[in-house]
């Protein structure tokens, strides 16, 4: 994607495609595992909702559909491209 060119220190994760690959990014680079941290560890930091990406790039639709997802992430920022699109 764009975002290793302009921050390539930047962990980017691209949030889309179907549901079955959209749950395979979210159990494979959504949240950290006891591959590469203790499993005490990956548990506390998933039970906090805390991910290993810095930024998530995806679409409005694929937020409406996976809002129940994303919601329990504690979000810092929101950029939205197509902002006219949101409602409230």
């Given at each position: 994607?764009?975002?290793k060119e302009w921050a390539p220190d930047v962990n980017a994760v691209v949030y889309h495609g179907s549901a079955d690959a959209r749950d395979f990014l979210v159990?494979?680079?959504f949240y950290y595992?006891?591959?590469f941290e203790t499993k005490a560890t990956a548990q506390n930091l998933k039970r906090?909702?805390?991910?290993?990406?810095q930024?998530?790039?995806t679409t409005y639709?694929?937020?409406l559909k996976d809002v129940n997802v994303l919601s329990k992430i504690h979000w810092k920022a929101l950029i939205v491209d197509e902002a006219?699109?949101?409602k409230n």
């Amino acid at each position: 994607s764009e975002a290793k060119e302009w921050a390539p220190d930047v962990n980017a994760v691209v949030y889309h495609g179907s549901a079955d690959a959209r749950d395979f990014l979210v159990k494979q680079e959504f949240y950290y595992t006891d591959q590469f941290e203790t499993k005490a560890t990956a548990q506390n930091l998933k039970r906090k909702h805390i991910t290993k990406f810095q930024v998530l790039i995806t679409t409005y639709e694929v937020v409406l559909k996976d809002v129940n997802v994303l919601s329990k992430i504690h979000w810092k920022a929101l950029i939205v491209d197509e902002a006219h699109r949101l409602k409230n």
